[in-house]
């Protein structure tokens, strides 16, 4: 098995996983940026056994300088994971509304909190329903779990990293906002627009669309394009970490499982008025 087999799981396959003695745990982690909270979705219905996790209260810390989705406190992030039933070494897969991100990031915090049984399902929710798979309204109520949290799992940057990374010769951290953020033409999120000086734009739907990915040779072919050999060290950031953490998984599904995510993203970024802003011309101009 390879570093980069157990990242995916289709609808198919979680069912008949699902119906075993010993299925995998499930964390139902819908968000939106904007709301309304991702439970409304879990309650009007979910995969059957699958608990609702919330991304910004559970799987993420409080926002402020760090960023608008910091890294969680192990011990908040252990009790969060242990009550939704998460045990030591067992699999879990966990889901969102259908483009990945929310998903994704649930998959990187699990993998950097060290629990590497976790897999990501491709497509998320609506994959369920088009294979017309159950659905339940049932609220579980899992025995508690007795995961360990153990910070380091997967690579981190802080602002200081991820500006020597952007301004390394043989580094590459990508920026995977839609380009006229990473431009500077509009930030409808953060207080100032531009990107990290030396950071390379790669809009997230150039490597994955409706939450799904393309062969790992094609995601490699795209990586290459952007400059990511399989050399050069390489990061990604976004607004506050959520997207990112899709290219980070992106990357692993790739082969670069030492892709480090800024957590902080430009959300921590512009936090410090004294870190420089880059702006790129339009096309054309």
Avoid: K
């Amino acid at each position: 098995m390879s570093a980069t087999d157990g990242l995916l799981v289709e609808a198919a396959q979680l069912a008949a996983e699902i119906d075993t003695a010993d299925p995998p745990t499930l964390l139902d982690v819908r968000w939106r940026l904007a709301g309304p909270p991702g439970r409304v979705d879990y309650a009007a219905g979910h995969l059957p056994t699958a608990v609702f996790v919330d991304l910004d209260t559970a799987l993420c810390g409080p926002p402020g300088p760090a960023g608008r989705h910091p890294l969680p406190d192990p011990a908040a992030l252990q009790a969060a994971l242990r009550a939704a039933g998460v045990r030591a070494g067992h699999p879990v897969v966990v889901y969102d509304g259908g483009d990945g991100m929310a998903a994704a990031r649930a998959w990187w915090t699990l993998r950097w909190a060290g629990h590497r049984p976790v897999r990501v399902l491709h497509g998320g929710f609506p994959a369920w329903l088009a294979a017309d798979l159950p659905v339940s309204t049932d609220e579980p109520h899992p025995v508690t779990g007795d995961v360990t949290v153990t910070p380091g799992g997967l690579p981190v940057l802080d602002a200081a990293a991820a500006a020597r990374l952007a301004a390394a010769d043989n580094g590459v951290l990508l920026d995977v906002r839609a380009a006229p953020r990473y431009r500077g033409e509009h930030e409808p999120v953060d207080p100032v627009a531009g990107h990290v000086p030396g950071a390379v734009n790669l809009p997230a739907p150039e490597y994955v669309a409706d939450g799904r990915f393309p062969s790992g040779a094609a995601l490699r072919d795209r990586f290459a394009a952007a400059g990511v050999s399989a050399e050069a060290p390489v990061g990604a950031y976004c607004g506050s970490g959520v997207t990112a953490a899709q290219a980070v998984l992106a990357l692993h599904l790739a082969g670069r499982t030492d892709a480090a995510l800024y957590v902080g993203s430009w959300s921590n970024w512009v936090a410090d008025p004294d870190r420089p802003v880059a702006l790129a011309p339009p096309p054309g101009a």
